[in-house]
């Protein structure tokens, strides 16, 4: 994993460079901010990994600085650190978007052990989303593989770039104009029957050996992808 790199927004200063100082020894890199406002700037300027928010803050609480984040980014973790700890300032935080809480005064071990709970979890969401999924058939977009029932099948640029979009497209019916624009980049020329070879190409490596076949035809439509 790369060096995490962290915004931490907290007004007591000894607090922030006891937890800048601690976090930059575990090798994460920190960037910090002594009040709401300036959180709010390094927010809007900058993507962190992680966001560090202490709730009371002058200008702009950390309440209000993780809803505003929200409103653009559902996907960076942030922890929350309170003093309070009331049920009612949870409550707070999580109707905006915070993933996690820290009561203060706590273990710095803690603090270290949350954040990696949180990174290991976002870097998993991050994973997921390169797969596109019909029935049991998988498309990593990272590993340029398919899986069908969990065997991988070995694709060309072409048929991994057609079938992308076919999944991209599923249970839509995609017009071989459509596949020529978008797969081929080109114009469609009725002289051809390139698609069809392509089609035929991915069914034998997709479906051939499943009982369930999930590229359909769609007589003078063109083609779709599901599972029925
Ligand atoms: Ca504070």
Not at 100 to 120: C, G, N, Q, S, T
Not at 139 to 146: H, I, M, P
Not at 167 to 182: H, P, Q, T, Y
Request: negative net charge; glycine residues 6%.
């Amino acid at each position: 994993m790369n060096i995490p790199h962290l915004l931490l927004v907290e007004d007591e200063v000894k607090v922030a460079a006891f937890i800048k100082k601690g976090l930059e020894r575990q090798n994460f890199t920190v960037e910090a901010a002594a009040d709401g406002r300036e959180g709010k700037a390094l927010i809007d300027k900058n993507k962190y990994d992680l966001i560090i928010l202490d709730v009371n803050l002058p200008y702009m609480d950390g309440i209000e600085l993780c809803a505003h984040l929200r409103t653009r980014d559902t996907q960076t973790p942030v922890l929350m650190l309170t003093a309070l700890g009331t049920t009612a300032d949870k409550l707070a935080g999580f109707d905006v978007g915070v993933d996690d809480y820290l009561v203060k005064p706590f273990d710095f071990m803690e603090l270290i052990a949350r954040l990696k709970a949180l990174l290991k979890r976002s870097a998993n969401a991050n994973e997921k989303s390169d797969l596109l999924h019909v029935s049991d058939l998988e498309l990593d977009l990272a590993q340029k593989v398919a899986r069908r029932g969990g065997q991988t099948i070995t694709l060309t640029a072409r048929e991994f770039d057609l079938l992308e979009y076919l999944m991209r497209n599923r249970g839509r019916v995609v017009s071989k104009v459509d596949i020529a624009e978008n797969v081929w980049d080109i114009g469609f020329d009725t002289g051809t029957n390139f698609i069809e070879v392509y089609i035929n190409y991915l069914r034998k490596k997709i479906d051939k050996d499943s009982p369930t076949k999930l590229i359909h035809t769609v007589v003078g439509m063109g083609y779709t992808i599901k599972e029925k």
